[in-house]
Nanobody, 127 residues
Framework: QVQLVESGGGLVQAGGSLRLSCAVSGRTISMYGMGWFRQAPGKEREFVAAINWSGRSTIVAHSVKGRFIISRDNAKNTVYLQMNSLKPEDTAVYYC????????????????????WGQGTQVTVSS
């Protein structure tokens, strides 16, 4: 049984930083790309960042470019999202997910291409 557990969310003032972690059990993620998504109240789940299986390629959404960094530690079966210069519009529940295909060369931005998801962690940025 594959389980993903996100942590590191919380309440932070605008301009602050948070580091989210996503620990995966039940599957070795070293052969899989990983993604972070977020969902604000009343909005659809949207792509935030993704990293390919090797860790050598990453992509982030335009809205967080230059502020958010995705990384992975395959030895710990964990993926991270470093969030800097946070803005109130970053407020959302953040989810991590595992790519449904192993060793995909390019990251995928579509929620449909991820088959395991965590329960989410709330990030609230106050102005």
């Amino acid at each position: 049984q594959v389980q993903l557990v996100e942590s590191g969310g919380g309440l932070v003032q605008a301009g602050g930083s948070l580091r989210l972690s996503c620990a995966v059990s039940g599957r070795t993620i070293s052969m899989y790309g990983m993604g972070w998504f977020r969902q604000a109240p009343g909005k659809e789940r949207e792509f935030v960042a993704a990293i390919n299986w090797s860790g050598r390629s990453t992509i982030v959404a335009h809205s967080v470019k230059g502020r958010f960094i995705i990384s992975r530690d395959n030895a710990k079966n964990t993926v991270y999202l470093q969030m800097n210069s946070l803005k109130p519009e970053d407020t959302a529940v953040y989810y991590c997910a595992v790519d449904r295909l192993p060793q995909r060369n390019a990251q995928t931005l579509s929620v449909l291409e991820y088959d395991y998801w965590g329960q989410g962690t709330q990030v609230t940025v106050s102005s």
